[in-house]
Nanobody, 120 residues
């Protein structure tokens, strides 16, 4: 089994910064993609940023230039550094990973989510 543990959410003011972290543990052979998604009340879950095993990154247009995703392959962690936060960034942020387990099977896993609230 694989566990994703997220941390770093909270309540901040517009313009502030916040860092989210996600640690992946368990029966892991190789992690492929890691990423962050978010879901605001009444809206669908959307991609925020992803980082491939190669290190290549992809960002939603709404966060480009403000958010930075990074991963530590040795620790199986992925971080999301968020700057210049806006009220519209308020959402539950979910960590997602795709990986091969020790049996060679491919899986997608989601974290339980961490709440980010940005006040005006």
């Amino acid at each position: 089994q694989v566990q994703l543990v997220e941390s770093g959410g909270g309540l901040v003011q517009a313009g502030d910064s916040l860092k989210l972290s996600c640690a992946v543990s368990g029966s892991i052979f190789r992690i492929n993609s890691m990423g962050w998604y978010r879901q605001a009340p009444g809206k669908q879950r959307e991609l925020v940023a992803t980082v491939a095993s190669s290190g290549s990154t992809n960002y939603a247009d709404s966060v480009k230039g403000r958010f930075t995703i990074s991963r530590d392959n040795a620790k199986n962690t992925v971080d999301l550094q968020m700057h210049s936060l806006k009220p519209e960034d308020t959402a539950v942020y979910y960590c997602k990973t795709s990986l091969y387990d020790r049996l060679g099977l491919f899986h997608y896993y989601w974290g339980q989510g961490t709440q980010v609230n940005v006040s005006a």
